[in-house]
């Protein structure tokens, strides 16, 4: 695939977030929302729900159909920028950091779905800090199992 092509749907990309941004803004104004108000507790609902969302879109098997499907389609320029933003968790955190606002502050019963998976994210953590702990206590017998 040619450069070029690829660096404008980049940038291309990068434009439309740029756009969605400040009409986010824009619309956060209308309504008369100052985020720099926000309490540390929405803050962090926000945060925690922004890394679920995100986490689910790059990693987790219920979008693993859309990534698979991306991938094979890697002529295509845009599909290709599309593949670079899902795939990648700090690309996809920008984007549903924003979606993660829009729904706060913009969606009636967004707060709902905000805390939904903020509570899913701490719930995360801790499945993945047991898992880490297991990992760690198997290797750990398994590394004094064969010293004997």
């Known amino acids: 695939m040619e450069k070029s092509k690829q660096n404008a749907w980049n940038f291309a990309s990068l434009f439309v977030y740029f756009i969605l941004l400040i009409i986010t803004g824009f619309l956060l104004e209308k309504?008369?929302?100052d985020i720099t108000k926000t309490s540390i507790k929405d803050l962090i609902m926000i945060v925690l729900a922004s890394y679920r969302l995100t986490r689910i879109v790059v990693f987790e098997k219920i979008f693993k159909?859309?990534?698979d499907f991306i991938r094979t389609k890697e002529k295509y320029a845009v599909l290709n920028t599309i593949k670079f933003i899902i795939t990648c968790p700090w690309c996809m955190g920008v984007w549903m950091s924003m979606i993660v606002v829009l729904l706060f502050f913009m969606v009636p019963f967004g707060k709902?779905?905000?805390y939904i998976m903020a509570i899913s994210g701490?719930?995360?953590?801790?499945?993945?800090l047991a898992n880490f702990m297991v990992l760690t206590n198997e290797e750990k017998q398994s590394r004094e199992h064969s010293q004997d």
């Open 122 to 128: 701490v719930a995360s953590f801790i499945i993945m």
């Open 112 to 114: 709902i779905i905000v």
């Open 31 to 33: 309504k008369g929302t």
């Open 65 to 67: 159909f859309f990534r």
